[in-house]
Each structure stands twice: as C-alpha cells, then as structure tokens.
RNA sequence: GGGCGCGUAGCUCAGUUGGCUAGAGCGCUUCCCUUACAAGGAAGAAGUCACAGGUUCGAGUCCUGUCGCGCCCA
C-alpha cells in the first residue's frame, strides 16, 4: 500500500468491482425487508453542483447502512426534463451561437436540438453520481419524458379529466413575455424595486359639485401607468366622504376616451397620510380598474361585471388585437406595438403634457419576475388548463380506507377527498414525517392555502396535452357522441367550466357499453334549446400509442384529426412528471413487483426550496394514483452557500463542480466533508478557492475538503500500520481481551461507537455520525491504542494484533456508508492478511459494501474499563504538559513520583510498564514523600503526581498560582452552589450529589497544588 | 404584510428533555521529520454564547422585546 492514499488509483476500479458484481441491484421481489428511496431526479439543464453532491451523499450514506442491515434496498436513479429551465438554455445557447430563435425552425426539429442536449447531460450527470460512489440501480435508471414515464403521465392526465378534476379556465396568470409562458404562482421571484407612483387626472364626464367646490378631475395613483389603457372602472371606497356625491357618474378615460363609471368597493384603501399602511399614505381613495391586468382589479371586476379589456400582446407589447376594440382613432392609437415600458414612459409623458400629471413619489415595492427570464411578469388574461385542487373527487382510489369523517379537513376549506385534502391529511394523521419537523409548516400552510394548479405551458419541450379540440354545434356533437367507436375518449365541452363530461363506466377499458350518468347529461346537453350553439369540444385522448385492440387511439386520433380536431400545442407543467414519479418509476399504471414490493418508499431527501413544488404534489398524486403515499419519511437538508452566505451559481462563478472535488480532495474526502456539515440548520457556508489540481487544471473546490482528506489519510495509514502488525495473529479464541486495561477499553469504546454510529443514522444527523466515527478513529483508535499496540507488539504481546484486527474490521464496516471508496479497498487488504478474525474467528465477507452492519454489544460498553483508562490517559498527559511546560527535551527521561495506594495509583502501576514507555518516565518512587521542591505537581482526581527534577522553579510557581487560581474558582461556585438552600431543595439529588464529589476532589486538588507552592517557595 | 431560520473562539460550525470549569475542525503559538501518517505527533493560547429584560435553585439552552443577517410565502 501506499504511503499516502491516493483516492484515484482507488475510486474508479472499486466502482467497477461493486457494478461487476451487481451489489446495487434491488431485488424486484422484495421481502420483508426493503428500503427504497426515490433520487430526486436532477435537470438535464446542467451538470451537477455541490449541491446535488450533498443530496445524493446523504442518500447514499442511508442506502448503504441499510442494505449493511439487510434489507433489500432499491435507489431509483433518473433525470428530469425540467420543461421552461432547459428549453431556456438551449434557446439561449442556439441564439448565442447560430444567431436563430426557437421560432426558426420546426418544432420537430427544435425538441431534437432539445433532446440532443439532454442526451448530453444525462450522460454527465449519471458520471457525476457514479463518481461519487452513489449506488443506484442503474438498470432502473428512467427519465421523466421516456417511455414508462410517459404512459404514467398521459393516464394521469386521463384520469384527472375524467373525473372533472381538469378544466379550462380563464384566469389571470403570471405571464413571462421574455419567455411567453404561464409560470405558476411558485415560479415568480418577489423582488424588491425602486418605482414610482404616478398621479395622473382622470376628468369627469360631467363637473361635480362637493360641498360648494367644483370638480372636475379625480386624480388616481398608479404604479402601472400603462395598464390605464384597459381601464373599465374607477373605484373609490363607500365610506369615502366624497362618495356620495361620485359614485355612480362617469369619467372620460384620458387617451382613449372611453366613458367609464365611478364605482364603490371596499377593496379601496382610503387616503391617510399620517396612517403607518404605507398604501393609505399614497392613497388618493381612486383606484383605476382594470380587470385585465391586476389580480385585484379582476376581483373587482367580478364582483361589479365590468367589461374586459386586453391591451397587450403576448409579448408584452401594446396591441388592439387581443380583446381592445375603442383603440382605432383615439389618441392611444400610436401606442400601439410600443413595448409595455415605452408605453409607460410614452403615457406618462402624454399625462405631463396635457397638465394631467399631478404628481410623481418615489416608492419602493415588490415586484414580481419570473424566475427563468428575470423580467417582470405580466399579469395576462389566458386560457390554461387547470388542475381543480379543492374539488371532491369520487376518483380517489378505492385503495383510500373510508373512516367516515367530515367532509372537510377540520379548520380548513379543503375537503378530505380532495387532491388537496389527500396531501394534507397523512401529514395530520402522522403518516408523513419531515425532519426538521419544522419544515412540516411549510407543507401545511401551502396546501391551506393552495389554488388551482395551471398545468398547461406554451413550451415546446415537455409531455404534450392529450386533448384535442374543435368547434361545433350541439347537433353535430350529438350526432358523434353516438357513434359506439369514438366512446373510448372523453369529450367535454368547455363553455365557461367543463360542463360536459363522458365517462366510460371502467375507466381502464375503452369499451363504449354502460356509460354512467354524464353520459346521460351529455345526451340531454345535446338535446338543449339550441342544437346549433357552437361550443368547443375537447377530446382527451388516454394514450395515442396504446396497442390495446379496444382502444385503437392512432384510429381515433387519426379519425379527430380529418374531422378538424386540433391538438393542443401546449405541454404539460414540469411538475406535473415529476409529481409522478416515484410511481411512474415503478411502472405505474401498471401494478408492478416494484410498485408491490418498494411502494410507498421510505424517505424523501430533498432541499427546502421544492417543498411546495414537488413534495406536497407527489403525496397529492400518490394518494390519488396509488392510494397510498409516496414516502413516510421527508428529510430536509441544508443548503450550501459560499464563504460569504451567496447562493453558489455560474453567473457569480462562486459553483463548485464536485468532479473538481473529487480531483482535488477525493470523492470520500467529498462525501466525508459533507455529512460532517450537515446539520439541521437551513444554510451551510461553503469557502470557495481556486486551486490547481492533479491535472493541472484550475478550479473552484474548498479547503474544507481537506478535513475528510485528511480523515481519509489518516484511516489509510492506520489500516497500513494495523495490516504490517498483523503477521502471526493470534485467533480471537487464545486472547483474554478482559484482563488488559486498553483491550477492555477500546473494545468498549469500538461499541460504543457503534451504538452511537447507528443512532445517527436512524436520527439523519449526519454530523453527528461524522464526529462520532472521527472522534473515534482519530482520537481513540490512532492516538491511543495504536500507540499502545506499538509498545505492547515489540514488548512480545501478540494479543493486541487480534484486537486491532477486530477494531479494523468494525471500524470499516462503521466508515463504509460514508467513505465507501476507501474502505472497500481497504477491506479486500484486510481479507488477504487476515481472512478470519473478530469474535468467533470467522470469515469475513468478501465484499464490504454487502458486509454485515455490526450490531452493538451493550455487554461490551465498560464504563469501569473507560473510567480507568481516562485515569491512565489523563496521567500520561499531565506528564506531557509538566514537560512541555518546562522545556524538557522529549528525549530527556524524567523520574515521577505518587501514591499507589489511590485509585489512579493503581491502574498506573497495574500498567507500570506501558505508563513509563508512553510519558517517557521512570516511576522511581510509589511512596507520598516524594513531594520536593524541584518537582512538578499534576493532580488526577485529588491524587497528586510528582514529576521530579524540574528545574524551573519560576515556571512551575506561575503554572500552580494560576492553576490554584482556577481551582479556587471552582471551589467559590460550588460552595455557593452548595449554600444555597433552594438548591438543596429543589436540585435532583444525583446533581447534588455530584456537586459535592466534585467540590471534595476539587479540595483535595487545591491542597496538593498549594502544598506543592509551598514547597516550592522553600 | 405573514412565516421560518440564524447570530457561540480569528474562520466554519456542534452544543438532544435547562445541570461538570461551553466543545470540534481549520487558523495561531511552542516543541518534534520518533520506521503508519508532516495531509503527522506532543503541548498551548484564544469565547461578555448579538443586546436588554423575564422565568428558574440554576439559562448558550425556555419566554418577551430590540438590533443585525438569510430564506420562503403573499
């Protein structure tokens, strides 16, 4: 071996044995004991950071402790398409180097060059993951637009629309004009921007007269001058004085000269400029309305059924061609095709010229922007397809346990059998558990206060809708309906809700007989006052490339397409997928071994930041799909930062590629530096460097690395020193490890550790398992009992070498799940030297990564042994801080000198031998004389130790002050402590006790140090 | 505006239901290239636990408030 470890002489070999030998394959049959975890599929948009580093270390860390325990443990590796985010940078990427939009080529061709990139990254990132050590089951590996996955989306999407839980709806949404796509509520940025609030003059059609004053503008406040254009309404609240003489008469719309009404509703903030509601102090008590642009002007417009008027473009320009019909001949005419902030800037100059503008103030407010384009995102009026979350659904599966309660989730609007409900129950009833718990409230409030979720996005890469819509007459649609071929798809006619629904009675076959009673509504909708009303009917096709002989869907899908039906050009919202997929993995619908075997999964492991996103809608799908949760288990780890707390990106170039890592510091180095982070706190810092690596490159990496690094190295070469020891071991049967102090201890602390190690595991405290192993390795193993071992070995005892063996052995397996690299190299060492060892003299395993997890032996924690052995260490160490202190060369022997008969004395001269070779000292003298003016003084537990012929007396009566010093201190609290009545009283017992034991030994501490002083003053 | 988290040694962080003289790694100081390891060994210095109140026999830990920082949601 090695002198030094050297992880890439290591890495990729021990990889290919553990492929070779298929050890992460899950046995699709299961068993009573299974472990299943679903990797939280990466982006095809980039390779992975640290970040994902961290995420998949965790998971690997519980993969493997539990395949060591036995279960039969499946990682379900894969990639998301991440519809907008790829579709982005490959735009981008397309536009930078060929000069051409995504509107220059053919879709076809487009999703090709998409696909290509994809192809790429995948590539890379499952080599990333590899290289990390992750032990995925990579025949398993799917991705969220392959085929599998597919088939599972399009059933869901089935599904979802026959039981009336899709609909089409026409909703304000968050636009991206940059992008022009809808982005879900989660997908918009609140940034904070210095704007402006603008007061422009709206004149009344008629002058009004107010308590003797002749008006004749109201003058509004607006942040969005440009949206003035769609104005229908303007609003002032009831209880405004100036109300009752406004309400109800007309302002001419500037501009335009659309004649509008004045109109009462309590949503307006009345003007107040002492008020702390800073909206009340920018307040003029008139507010423009204008339903097509803003959330709450579109309540308004509701609630009072004023006109909709769209004056953008999609994207983003101002435009008559969108739902505006007064524009032609107005002065607004030449705003049109201005983009939306030249028209803001255009408008307010016009308002400046015409003596409209009243005012301009500075105001700071939250701005919303979409998180892939950065632009502010325009509140837009759209037709989007909708999932309904708050909805009944008689669609749960019948797998759901009826135990007859409320309708409603108690304290909440969400009804048990919604999608909504099916989420938010399990997490009240205890089924799913997220640790830190507190990230439990994040999930809570979310789907309390959850709106319906808009599925549909204008993008081209993505699963595509499977609906197909046209316009007809209630006639035609009749005469359709009932032609028996075509009952294998859903139709629906969207005139303000889906009000119209045909559902086959099984709703897994395509065959037409026995259709329930939509089907009837259906009949009679056909049959209504007015056959030859045109609606829009959509199709929902369940799966074009479905073989079954029933179904026939490329017959109907072809039969749609000659008779006009149009397909949706949109594609389905990334989380929709991704909401499916640790059932679209296991090759749901159908009902698979895997699905039997590892569903629900046993723990999530994710970051915060996609609680909401993607957790809740898994659990929202699972129940529904499945009938059951996805996971019981939700852990939540931090996330990195750099050094000064940004988040880690390319675009501040602070990112840590962990391929530079492993280069740099080693994969287990990685993995070992990252548990020993991770704690339950939301950030950890990351200091970034530029360093050269191996290969000459330059890169971003850490000198944090060099803690597992160094952890590594330091476990290499005690294996090396432990492995050249272990010629002629002993079998465990001819030691008597119970009568020697340091066997006794270490194999105490080595369970100890064991038992600490697994509860760490079971509790995801991650660094606490690093500690505890580092702790134990580095300051037990290596500091102690190797250096035992040394002196006992070359003093002729062979004992030591078995239980080094042992030690080694379980400390390997305890390492494996956090360094797997290392210690599989390792281990194969070990099984060449000594293929028997440990209790009971038996083989070891071939390989460790299928190596027993070693289960602690509570008979083998020997309090007594630890307690001894710390007498023993803290002896040595008082010797090694006299000398240190004193300027003795470490090579000069010195004498010491102390009482036998004490607790401490014992065990020093039961391990006289050992004590002299390790302080470096003759024990000249056992007697209590041996107090003398040149001798240094350590006490143990009120035993004083003397060190003799010391020399600088200065030093040594500095040194004793100052310690006398702090004992006194001490002794002070204590016996104030002591003192206090109320504590006596109140204090557990085993407290005061303890205080007292500790007040005596302090005492006798003080006296030794104090007579020594004396002395030494002689 | 609502919610969550953080503030402990120069740096990065532990500190579990309140109870030893508050810990670790890095960095720093002194000594040592002792045949496992200088990516190492031995010893050491270093903290008003953000601030102010409160509860308690006892507070880094619990409660209230203030200041500073970060994140999520509206």
Redesign the pocket.
């Known amino acids: 071996m090695e ?4 992880p890439e002489q290591v890495e990729s070999a021990v990889y290919q044995r553990w492929t070779e030998a298929g050890a992460f394959a899950a046995d699709a049959a299961g068993g009573a004991n299974t472990y299943c975890i679903v990797i939280p599929p990466p982006n095809v948009t980039a390779p992975l950071h640290l970040g994902h580093a961290l995420n998949n270390t965790l998971q690997d860390i519980l993969i493997r402790y539990k395949r060591m325990t036995g279960a039969d443990t499946l990682w379900m590796p894969g990639c998301d398409h991440a519809g907008i985010a790829t579709q982005t940078v490959v735009e981008k990427r397309i536009l930078a180097q060929e000069g051409k939009r995504r509107t220059d080529f053919a879709r076809d061709d487009f999703i090709a060059r998409i696909q290509a990139w994809k192809d790429q990254y995948e590539v890379q990132i499952i080599a990333q993951l590899k290289a990390m050590g992750c032990s995925c089951d990579w025949d398993r590996t799917r991705f969220t637009m392959d085929d599998v996955c597919a088939k599972a989306v399009r059933e869901a999407f089935f599904k979802l629309f026959a039981d009336g839980l899709i609909y089409r709806g026409k909703r304000l949404v968050n636009w991206d004009p940059a992008t022009q796509t809808v982005l879900a ?2 997908e ?3 940034e904070t921007v210095q704007g402006h609030f603008w007061y422009m003059k709206y004149p009344l059609a008629e002058s009004v007269e107010i308590e003797g004053k002749t008006i004749e503008h109201i003058t509004i406040a607006t942040t969005r001058p440009e949206t003035m254009l769609g104005d229908t309404a303007v609003a002032m609240n009831p209880t405004d004085p100036r109300a009752k003489y406004l309400i109800g008469k007309k302002v001419r719309l500037p501009l335009v000269g659309r004649i509008i009404p004045i109109i009462a509703d309590e949503h307006v903030v009345l003007p107040d400029p002492e008020s702390d509601d ?1 909206k009340a102090r920018f307040s003029t008590g008139f507010l423009k309305v204008t339903p097509a642009h803003d959330p709450d002007d579109w309540q308004i417009g509701q609630r009072h059924d004023l006109p909709i008027i769209n004056v953008m473009a999609p994207d983003g320009t101002i435009s008559d061609k969108f739902g505006w019909d007064d524009a032609a001949g107005s002065d607004a005419e030449q705003l049109l095709e201005m983009d939306r902030f030249e028209a803001r800037e255009a408008i307010v100059e016009w308002f400046r010229t015409e003596n409209l503008l009243e005012d301009v103030r500075e105001y700071t407010h ?1 701005v919303g922007h979409s998180y892939r384009s950065h632009v502010p995102i325009e509140p837009y009026l759209s037709d989007q397809w909708y999932i309904a979350v708050k909805k009944s659904s008689t669609g749960v599966s019948p797998v759901q346990p009826d135990t007859g309660e409320t309708p409603v989730l108690q304290g909440t609007d969400i009804p048990v059998d919604s999608l909504a409900g099916l989420a938010l129950k399990p997490l009240l009833d205890g089924r799913v558990k997220f640790t830190p718990e ?2 439990a ?2 999930y809570q ?2 789907l309390e ?1 959850l709106r319906d979720w808009p599925i549909s996005r204008q993008l081209w890469w993505g699963h595509r809708i499977p609906i197909w819509s046209r316009q007809m007459s209630r006639a035609e649609w009749g005469a359709w309906i009932e032609k028996d071929h075509h009952a294998s798809v859903l139709i629906g006619s969207a005139r303000n809700d889906i009000s119209v629904r045909v559902v086959c009675e099984d709703g897994r076959s395509y065959g037409v007989a026995g259709c329930n009673d939509d089907y009837e509504t259906a009949l009679e909708l056909r049959d209504a006052t007015d056959p030859d009303e045109k609606m829009t009917w959509y199709v929902c096709l369940r799966d074009e490339n479905a073989e079954e002989p029933m179904a026939k869907p490329a017959m109907i899908r072809q039969w749609l397409e000659d008779n006009g039906f149009i397909r949706d050009p949109d594609v389905l919202d990334t989380w929709f997928s991704s909401a499916l997929w640790p059932i679209s993995t296991m090759g749901w619908p159908e009902e698979t071994d895997l699905l039997k075997a590892f569903y629900p999964t046993d723990l999530l492991c994710t970051a ?2 996609i609680i ?2 993607w957790v809740s809608r898994m659990v929202m799908f699972g129940q529904y799909f499945r009938g059951d949760i996805p996971f019981s288990q939700v852990y939540i780890h931090a996330m990195i ?1 750099d ?3 940004r ?1 880690m990106s390319k675009s501040l170039g602070n990112g840590i590629d962990p391929l530079d890592i492993i280069a740099s510091h080693g994969a287990d180095a990685m993995r070992f530096t990252l548990a020993s ?1 991770t ?9 970034v460097e530029e360093m050269t690596l191996p290969d000459g490159r330059v890169a971003n990496t850490s ?2 690395f ?2 597992g ?2 952890f ?3 476990l290499w ?2 294996s ?2 432990a492995m ?1 020891n272990l010629e002629a071991m002993p079998a465990w049967s001819e030691i008597h490890p119970r009568e020697n102090l340091s066997d006794r201890w270490i194999i105490s602390r080595l369970n100890a550790t064991v038992r600490d190690a697994t509860a760490a595991l079971d ?1 995801f ?1 991650f ?2 398992l690093a ?1 505890v192993l ?1 702790r134990f390795m ?2 037990d193993f ?2 102690w009992y ?2 035992i071992a ?1 002196i006992r070995i070359n003093a002729g005892e062979s004992a030591p070498k078995a239980v080094l063996a042992h030690c080694l052995d379980v400390l390997l397996r305890l390492l494996h799940p956090i360094v797997p690299f290392i210690t599989e190299r390792i281990w194969s060492q070990l099984n060449e030297v000594v293929p028997n060892r440990g209790p009971g003299d038996s083989p070891a395993e071939e390989m460790l990564i299928r190596a027993q997890w070693h289960h602690a032996d509570a008979a083998m924690i020997d309090a007594a042994a630890e307690a001894d052995f710390e007498f023993y260490r803290e002896a ?2 008082g010797v ?2 006299l ?3 004193h ?1 003795v ?2 090579k000069q022997k010195i004498e010491i000198s102390f009482s036998p008969e004490s607790n401490p004395g014992e065990i020093i001269m039961d391990n006289r031998a050992l004590f002299e070779s390790q302080a470096f000292v003759e024990v000249i003298s056992a007697g209590s004389e041996a107090s003398r003016s040149d001798a240094g003084t350590f006490t143990i537990g009120g035993t004083p130790f003397y060190v003799l012929g010391v020399i600088d007396t200065e030093a040594e009566r500095v040194r004793l002050t100052k310690q006398a010093e ?2 006194q ?2 002794i002070t ?2 016996e104030k ?1 002591l003192a ?1 009545e ?2 006596l ?4 017992a085993e ?1 005061v006790s ?1 205080e007292r034991e ?1 007040l005596n030994a ?1 005492k006798r ?1 003080f006296e030794t140090v104090t007579n020594s002083l004396e002395s030494l003053i002689k």
């Open positions: 002198k030094n470890y050297e509520d989660d918009v940025e609140h800073e939250e507190r990230y409230k994040t409030s979310w206060n915060r930041e909401t996103l930062q050094g000064s707390g988040k982070m704690t339950e706190t939301q950030d950890v810092r990351m200091p000198p944090k060099d803690i690094r160094n590594c190295n330091k070469n005690a090396r020193f050249m509790a405290r660094n606490d500690d580092y580095w300051g290596c500091d190797l250096e040394k040595v160490r090694r801080n000398r240190a202190e300027n060369p470490p702090t004992i201190n001490g609290a204590i402590k206090n109320k504590f009283a109140n204090a557990p407290v303890r500790r302090l501490d």
